[in-house]
């Protein structure tokens, strides 16, 4: 495997990014759910803990029944077992991030794991 | 630990997510390089694989000598080992997310981690 690899995304539709970049640490995806609408069902995780980046719009948000209002610039970060699902705003559409890692996973990070040459 | 957190990005400062939201899978960073400056060395890692998502500007990145383009909606995966720098063009700042997971520590995800209910 190459030691990077760079993408472009150039529309709104869906990108899932795992197989498009060789991740192996994460799967992270790029969507834009329409003013009005959302995602169709609550979904939970095994494993995977998720962070979310709302980058665009505003919208909401229900983690374990309670009701949590979004918009751009603002990050949440789920549990596994949480019970998710989100809402665009009906007067705007909401662009966001999901990361996906396996919680726990993290050993060193930042000073602990990089090396300043 | 509760189920979720959230948080709200109002600045351009540099921003480390993982203590901030509870992170255990990565550490993620907000960067905002101004135009004509760069990350003042070269690092690699230990175990992280880092995802770099451009979110405004353009400018560069030399990965293991090799110097490549960067612009908003561009996405770059970076293996441990590979020497990174990352430099704002002279006419635009950089804005940036940084995403650093141990490689090779996702298993399932999506639909073989996700509980759709």
Redesign the interface.
């Known amino acids: 495997?190459?030691?990077?690899?760079?993408?472009?995304?150039?529309n709104e539709a869906r990108q899932?990014?795992?197989d498009q970049?060789?991740?192996?640490?994460?799967?992270?995806?790029v969507n834009s759910l329409p003013a009005g609408t959302s995602i169709p069902?609550?979904?939970?995780?095994?494993?995977?803990?998720e962070?979310y980046?709302i980058?665009e719009g505003e919208g909401s948000v229900v983690?374990?029944g309670e009701n949590?209002c979004?918009?751009a610039?603002?990050?949440?970060?789920?549990?596994p077992?949480?019970?998710r699902q989100f809402f665009a705003s009906k007067q705007s559409k909401l662009k966001y991030?999901c990361?996906?890692?396996?919680?726990?996973?993290?050993?060193?990070?930042?000073m602990t794991?990089?090396?300043?040459?």
């Open positions: 495997m190459n030691n990077f690899k760079k993408i472009n995304l150039t899932e990014l795992h970049l060789g991740l192996t640490g994460a799967e992270i995806s069902f609550v979904h939970s995780h095994k494993q995977n803990e962070i980046a980058l983690i374990d949590i979004i918009k610039g603002d990050w949440v970060r789920i549990s077992s949480a019970k991030i990361i996906q890692v396996k919680a726990n996973s993290l050993e060193g990070y930042t794991d990089a090396i300043v040459l």
